[in-house]
């Protein structure tokens, strides 16, 4: 059979067609322009009518003759004075196209993908709050996730969960901390590794409210911080985790910052600190950090373990009795230490017997800064020799009334190498560096409320006063101002505080087991007295 043509007014007609649409589409366009003015004028109009009318039927009828009295006597003004329709029309007229103008669609719920992953959460929920017995589960498979989380939440621009509020059944264990653990790892992985969460359970109410936690800024270097005698600053934390907060320098401006204060002391009840960290933690910035500070009032003796020479700027300061890195130095120096807090005991007790106030030698507070002791008491053990950390029981049961301080750093590999003394005294405790959360709860006797990070910068960490709450933690910038990788602005801060110039140390005396102290406020040997 032979194929017939199309009739020409279906073959030709297509392109007529797509013609007449673009040319309509064109002149609906170009309307819509010329138009938009009255368009615009015309919603905002409609949008006033309305709001006129919910204002009348929300006004009380009794009160309905005063406001026509009003607006008549409006209306009555406006025709008597000059100009006075014009100006109202085109008061009107401005009003309705301010009203009716085109507005930005204001987002009011979770798109798709947010959506989807609260679904997510919410599913991965449900094993831990659910239960066979509840007649009407808040948590249930293929349940309302609506019901259990609300609005409470929030993402950030990548579409990940910054904010979560989950309100769990009242039968759930939220007291032990067992189960709270397995509710804090779910979230934090459904969620989104990398990030440091803080959850506050509110086991009143039954609330759990998540919080992705911004990172401590490490911007703040070495400096004077203002601070009352016997405090020290050992970092910064979060703007809410303390009430107080001190200028800082930071970088070309200056603001407020929120310290974590450690006070030292006499009326201390934390009086020695422990520090703990992986190698490149930064505990040894912060022994630095302590030293600067300690030195504006006071004298300071550092022992370091391991040898590297980070100490090696404070050598022949004013009011640094010593830097030691040899086992032999170490053992003098910390027998001499021993010494001096006995004299302090015993001069500060005279004094208070007789009535008179303590002498002014044994006023000015002594610092023991110990950098990986650990080290020293492997090379001693191999000597036949005492541990230098024996030699630290004297200060540390004494040194709160004798005004010494002690500063202790190791790692976590070393901390069985701590004698008891030192980990029974030391109840001010910092752990910097990646740590995990049996980590830091073995050094600070309890879990942190946050997720720590496996990626952090040198300083930061967490830290705990005696029984107080675990707190974030930044350390100061306080690097090696002798090592090439310092900035020069880092080099200049610490150099800064450094009092006095540098002289030659003091040597110590052929056969004797003490340092010899050029220091004017102890003119006499450090000997204990029965």
Request: hydrophobic share 40%; proline share 8%; glycine share 10%.
């Amino acid at each position: 059979m032979a194929r017939r043509p199309l009739p020409r007014i279906l073959s030709s007609g297509g392109a007529s067609i797509t013609r007449s649409r673009e040319i309509a589409r064109t002149a609906a366009d170009s309307a819509t322009d010329v138009l938009h003015p009255l368009i615009t004028v015309t919603r905002g109009l409609r949008l006033l009518a309305g709001t006129g009318r919910r204002k009348w039927a929300a006004t009380p009828r009794d009160r309905r003759g005063h406001v026509l009295f009003l607006v008549a006597a409006c209306v009555l003004v406006v025709a008597l004075i000059p100009y006075g329709p014009l100006l109202a029309l085109i008061a009107v007229m401005g009003a309705a196209a301010w009203r009716g103008r085109e507005r930005t669609a204001v987002k009011t719920g979770p798109d798709e993908a947010e959506t989807a992953r609260l679904r997510a959460v919410y599913e991965a929920l449900v094993p831990h709050f659910s239960t066979d017995g509840d007649p009407g589960p808040l948590f249930s498979h293929g349940g309302d996730w609506e019901e259990a989380f609300g609005t409470s939440y929030t993402f950030d621009a990548n579409g990940r969960l910054t904010r979560l509020q989950v309100r769990y059944p009242a039968y759930f264990t939220d007291g032990e901390a067992s189960c709270r653990a397995r509710i804090e790892q779910v979230l934090h992985a459904k969620s989104g590794r990398g990030r440091e969460y803080h959850f506050a359970w509110d086991e009143e109410n039954n609330h759990l409210l998540m919080t992705v936690l911004d990172a401590l800024p490490t911007t703040i270097a070495a400096q004077r911080f203002v601070t009352a005698p016997g405090e020290t600053v050992l970092g910064f934390t979060d703007a809410d985790a303390v009430r107080r907060t001190v200028p800082v320098r930071d970088g070309d401006t200056t603001r407020d910052a929120s310290p974590v204060i450690w006070r030292t002391g006499s009326r201390s009840t934390e009086p020695h600190l422990l520090a703990v960290g992986h190698p490149g933690s930064g505990t040894t910035t912060l022994m630095r950090s302590l030293a600067l500070q300690a030195l504006q009032g006071g004298d300071i003796l550092v022992v370091e373990g391991a040898g590297t020479g980070e100490y090696g700027f404070l050598t022949g300061r004013d009011g640094v009795l010593a830097v030691e890195c040899g086992l032999a130095g170490a053992l003098a120096t910390l027998e001499w230490a021993a010494h001096e807090t006995e004299r302090r005991l015993i001069a500060a007790n005279r004094a208070r017997q007789a009535g008179h106030p303590e002498p002014e030698d044994i006023r000015r507070p002594l610092w023991l800064l110990l950098d990986r002791p650990s080290a020293l008491g492997h090379l001693a053990a191999a000597d036949g020799r005492p541990d230098p950390q024996e030699l630290l029981q004297v200060p540390l049961r004494h040194g709160r009334a004798a005004g010494v301080t002690v500063v202790v750093a190791d790692q976590f590999d070393s901390l069985d190498a701590l004698t008891e003394t030192v980990r029974t005294h030391t109840r001010a405790r910092a752990v910097l560096g990646p740590a995990t959360g049996d980590e830091v709860e073995s050094v600070l006797g309890t879990a942190p409320h946050t997720t720590p990070t496996p990626d952090v910068p040198p300083g930061r960490g967490y830290t705990r006063l005696g029984s107080g709450p675990v707190l974030r933690l930044q350390v100061p910038a306080t690097p090696d101002p002798y090592d090439d990788a310092t900035s020069e602005a880092h080099r200049q801060a610490v150099l800064d505080l450094l009092p006095g110039a540098p002289a030659t140390a003091a040597p110590v005396e052929a056969g004797s087991t003490e340092p010899v102290r050029r220091d004017p406020l102890v003119t006499v040997p450090a000997v204990a007295e029965g």
